[in-house]
């Protein structure tokens, strides 16, 4: 007996119902089992990349190049976009030459300071008297140190403290141009775009020869390696997600139907809709790209739980746009009869609304294959 390849649930419904063969002696039978099944509800949501970023100019300036096209992959670190540089340099080489000018006021002022260390008074031992200039100016007249007129020992402190000041200045003014070497040198870096992690290039929203601003958008970048589900879930439905669990999804890419596994949840829901963002991994290789539709299916817990006739997906056959199942009769002849279908049961199940009961007798995979009934 040639035995067509079943789902999962069609095998559980086959080993704890009996088996019987349809008069074609080719399809498997089983006996519609009764479910408890609770209200489930679908969401919609869009395929997202699994991380994303919208690089941005940090400097003004134009665009001088762009590394690619939409599509084009780059490895981290690479540039993506640069914008020109010419008035940055510029600067930067004035402000080097602040810089030398900086270093030569400081050694100026270093000589000026050890000299009036050394030699007090500028060192002026060679004037009219010989030197004794220097010797007289270190005499204090009793009279005028009676009358509160001078002080040597206080000038001498006052003029150290002069060119001790001096010395501080110079050496402030050369921490101010390392300084603006430094910012130009930092806005230098800016005027690059660099890609963040491997990724492709999703948008391009300039072009060589742009005038661009602070803080103006320049690419959109994105690692595509990974996709993601991003669903908006109603608060009242948060009891039932946990991270970690896997819920059906559905891709709009040939009506794909697959598990993906919660991995993030917001921590604040949206004040206005009351929706709380989920994201979900999609297993590797799912078809499909970035922006499409997607559907996720998440459990009600909070509704009535009820028994249900479920039966396999592969027990399903359409007329159109009409779900429908072959049952077998007391004759057991195949007969075709329309049912109204529910929440999905487990990963290959489906529960039966209306149209089926719990102990017929249903064909999974039957040999009159739903491509008669398109």
């Known amino acids: ?53 919208t690089l941005s100019a940090q400097v003004p300036g134009r665009i001088e190049s762009i590394s690619g096209e939409e599509g084009d992959s780059f490895e981290s670190g690479a540039v993506l976009v640069a914008i020109s540089d010419d008035d940055l340099l510029a600067k930067r080489r004035a402000a080097f030459a602040n810089l030398a000018n900086a270093e030569a006021a400081l050694r100026n002022a270093g000589v000026q300071y050890s000299r009036e260390w050394v030699s007090p008074y500028g060192g002026q031992s060679n004037d009219m008297m010989g030197g004794f200039g220097s010797m007289m100016r270190n005499f204090s007249n009793p009279m005028n140190s009676m009358m509160g007129s001078g002080s040597p020992r206080y000038e001498r402190h006052a003029d150290l403290y002069q060119y001790g000041t001096r010395l501080d200045q110079a050496r402030s003014q050369l921490v101010a141009a390392r300084s603006q070497i430094d910012e130009i040198d930092s806005k230098l870096r800016d005027t690059k775009s660099i890609a963040p992690f491997d990724g492709v290039i999703t948008g391009k929203l300039v072009e060589v020869g742009d005038p661009v601003q602070p803080g103006m958008p320049l690419i959109m970048f994105a690692d595509t390696s990974q996709l993601q589900i991003k669903v908006e879930v109603p608060a009242r439905l948060m009891p039932g997600v946990k991270k970690g669990m896997v819920v059906p999804a559905k891709l709009d890419v040939g009506d794909v139907n697959l598990q993906a596994r919660v991995v993030q949840i917001y921590p604040m829901a949206d004040p206005d809709r009351h929706t709380v963002t989920v994201k979900l991994d999609l297993p590797p290789g799912a078809p499909g790209g970035a922006g499409m539709y997607a559907e996720v299916v998440i459990n009600d817990i909070n509704a009535k739980v009820r028994d249900m006739p479920v039966v396999p997906r592969d027990a399903l056959v359409w007329r159109g746009s009409l779900p429908g199942v072959y049952i077998l009769d007391d004759q057991n002849k195949r007969q075709l009869r329309l049912v109204r279908t529910g929440d999905n049961v487990g990963a290959d199940g489906i529960a039966i609304l209306s149209g089926l009961r719990a102990g017929e007798r249903v064909v999974v995979g039957a040999s009159g294959s739903s491509r008669e009934w398109q």
């Open 1 to 53: 007996m040639l035995i067509r390849k079943i789902s999962a649930f069609a095998l559980l419904c086959i080993l704890f119902n009996p088996v019987i063969a349809a008069d074609s002696g080719q399809d498997v039978v089983i006996t519609v089992p009764s479910v408890p099944v609770g209200s489930a509800v679908t969401l919609g949501g869009t395929v997202v990349p699994y991380k994303e970023a």
